[in-house]
């Protein structure tokens, strides 16, 4: 029997949705949204499921993972209930619902929160550059050492029994038998849409927007890779040296088209950004332009002289890392890929 939570439309407010109470079910976002087909009525049910406070069908529901807010469904809607904007709150909640610390849920709910985290990591980066007497070559160290350790960290004690969660909610609870084959049949599917972002295709009639953003997940992905495996800041290869300047550039460029289509709300997906939405987009053009300005100083000679910057870089890193990646927007990339995933598998048991 259906589980109704009373409260669930005060919950998902919380999260950014407003609104959708207004739904009088006319059913032209259905008919708008190309996801729709005869067996799903896209994004009409999590709307009523909203309404109606159906928080475990919601919670065992892939649809908000598979909408790439293109905003067409919100545009033709009679009502201004915000259709898209819904699916975006639904899932900045579904990532509070999967991940065990509980912290997602606190940092998109409640901004002091999100602000006193982002001060304690600054706080704690200038301790550790105190109790190492502000020594560079210490201190960059660390920072090399941090983003391979935070990689590791992050994705063994946070990413991946979080994931264990979404499966649990989304095929072990509804109990859904799946055969071993069908997992591993269906790996392709996942790897395919980590690396290649195409739902956007399907959703949006802009198809620019799917190449900035697949730009971005190569661009973010080979910096880190630069970074960290090739070590940039500290190697002496000219090679390795321009590639870190060409995918810094990338980086901050594109990531500084989408802060602005923010601010000027130029997109139906830009007009209600919550602070999970400008730190993503912020934080992801700071440490890109960060880096950038660091590698320029080492090569100018300049960085022991300035430390300032490259604490700057690792406040922002140390942020991105611990706060961003495990609770933030980031984990909304991963949550995509295995939604499509665990789809195809749904479909085929
Ligand atoms: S278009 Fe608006 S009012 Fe009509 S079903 Fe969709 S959300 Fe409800
Ligand atoms: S935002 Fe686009 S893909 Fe998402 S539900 Fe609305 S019309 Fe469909």
């Known amino acids: 029997m259906a589980k109704v939570n009373p409260e669930f439309a005060t919950e998902i407010k919380k999260y950014g949705a407003h609104d959708f109470n207004a739904c009088f079910n006319c059913g032209n976002c259905t008919a708008t949204c190309s996801l729709s087909d005869n067996t799903n009525s896209f994004p009409r049910k999590l709307v009523r499921y909203s309404v109606l406070g159906l928080e475990s069908e919601i919670e065992a529901s892939l649809d908000p993972w598979l909408c790439y807010y293109c905003g067409e469904c919100s545009t033709t809607c009679p009502r201004e209930a915000n259709p898209g904007e819904l699916m975006m709150s639904l899932r900045r909640w579904l990532t509070a619902k999967y991940d065990w610390t509980g912290l997602s849920g606190l940092l998109y709910k409640y ?20 109790s190492k007497s502000f020594e560079i070559e210490t201190i960059m160290h660390f920072g090399h050492q941090f983003e391979m350790w935070a990689i590791i960290s992050v994705f063994t004690i946070i990413l991946i029994p979080n994931l264990a969660r979404m499966w649990w909610f989304v095929i072990l609870k509804p109990k859904i038998k799946v055969k071993f084959l069908t997992y591993v ?69 594109l990531t500084f088209i989408f802060v602005r ?30 880096a950038f300005l660091v590698r320029i100083f080492i090569d100018l000679d300049l960085i022991e002289t300035n430390l300032w910057l490259y604490l700057f870089h690792l406040t922002i890193l140390v942020q991105w890392a611990v706060l961003i990646v495990p609770f933030g927007k980031w984990t909304h990339f991963l949550y995509r890929s295995f939604a499509m995933y665990f789809e195809k598998i749904k479909q085929t048991a």
């Open 111 to 130: 901004l002091p929160f999100t602000i006193s985290a982002f001060l304690a990591t600054a706080l704690a980066v200038i301790l550790f550059a105190f």
């Open 185 to 253: 049949k269906g790996m392709q599917e996942l790897f395919t849409h980590m690396f290649t972002q195409k739902r956007t295709l399907g959703c949006d009639d802009s198809q620019s927007r799917w190449l900035i953003h697949l730009i971005i997940v190569f661009g973010y992905l080979s910096l880190l890779f630069t970074t960290v495996v090739l070590d940039w800041f500290g190697t002496s290869s000219l090679f390795i040296i321009l590639l870190g300047y060409a995918e810094s550039i990338v980086l901050f460029t």
């Open 261 to 290: 289509g923010r601010i000027k709300k130029n997109k139906e997906l830009n007009k209600f950004s919550q602070p999970s939405d400008w730190l993503f987009v912020i934080w992801l053009f700071l440490m890109a332009f960060s």
